[in-house]
């Protein structure tokens, strides 16, 4: 149970029943009365946001969500396709569900994936993923005139800026949280 005071920025709620999570927070205390929390609400099934206003006194739900890691499969048309290791059950989740970094998951990478009641509503990547880079022009040595980063694109047809002294088939680390390249990995 939270209190009103205890809201915040990313916090989980059970709001009619759904799963949603605060994208937008907003403190007033006016003058005269009770102070008041203007929150922008996110529906954690549906994707639709609304904003609703509460009062000090009001009280909340937690959400009764489940994180589990589940090893990413493959993807069909249906969806993209995740096994939980302990007890191989398999669940599927939508483009809408994974997210942007969907041109980021890769065979066999262990994501987290958001249960609430037993069905998945959405995936966490890894802060880091190590993707292969597949096509990038190739860097003559002493070329500065063009820049200091250079466009490449990785085994699952991301496309991310890289230093120049990146090539083709050589392993790199990209942040899942940024979607930019951090550094070159070993094999």
Known sequence: MYLASDLKKGLKL??????????GFEFKKPGKGQSLYKCKLKN????????RTYRSVDKFEKADLEETDMEYLYSDRDGWWFMNSSNYEQVML???????NVDLLKENTVCTVLLHNQKPIGVTLPNFVILRVTATEPWAKGDTATGDTKPATVETGFEVQVPPFVNENQLIKIDTRTREYVERASE
Request: net charge negative.
């Open 44 to 51: 954690m099934i549906t994707g639709s946001q609304f904003e």
């Open 14 to 23: 059970d709001i009619d029943g759904d799963p949603h999570v605060i994208v």
């Open 94 to 100: 939508t483009k809408e569900q994974i997210g942007e």
